[in-house]
């Protein structure tokens, strides 16, 4: 999968946010096949509380910021079958508040890159048709997708109850 990575926030320097990315789409293209098709693009956004405000405003209705928000392009369906050869297909846009994500992270003692790149694979199952809130066994096909994604960047279990 191919990403467009913008970061249009004040992101720390440190680590790479590209290469974080990038490792976290590889990861969880391993155990979620359908996103190792070569021709899937997808955009990813680290922007700040402010613009993910006005998103899950404008997209959702939700008058706040949130730590992720995906835009799927494609429909579980179609993604699936989809073939390997032919032109470039947009699977959707993720974006990431970092007030919100780094709040996150400190009160669950994470580091800041280790629960970015679990809002990444999380955000990219959702852009894969995955969702968490349909039913509780939805719930846990994507939190087992997540954490063996997670598990291979050696990123321990986001949910410490696994």
Known sequence: MLLD????ADWPAAPDWEDLAHRA??????????LANPRLTASLLFADDAEVHVLNR???????????????????????DLPPAGPPELLGDIALALETCAREAAEKGL????HAAHLIVHG???????????SADD???????????????????PYGDH
Do not use: C, Y
């Open 58 to 80: 404008e997209w959702r209705g939700k008058d706040k910021p949130t730590n992720v928000l995906s835009f799927p392009m494609l429909e579980r369906d179609d993604l699936l």
């Open 139 to 157: 719930a846990r096909i994507m939190e087992q997708l997540e954490i063996k994604a997670l598990a291979l960047m050696g990123i321990a279990d």
């Open 124 to 134: 990219l199952l959702h852009l894969a048709g995955h969702d968490h809130e349909i």
């Open 5 to 8: 990575i913008a970061i249009e």
């Open 111 to 114: 580091p800041l890159d280790h």
């Open 25 to 34: 789409a590889a990861a969880l293209a391993t155990v979620a096949p359908e």
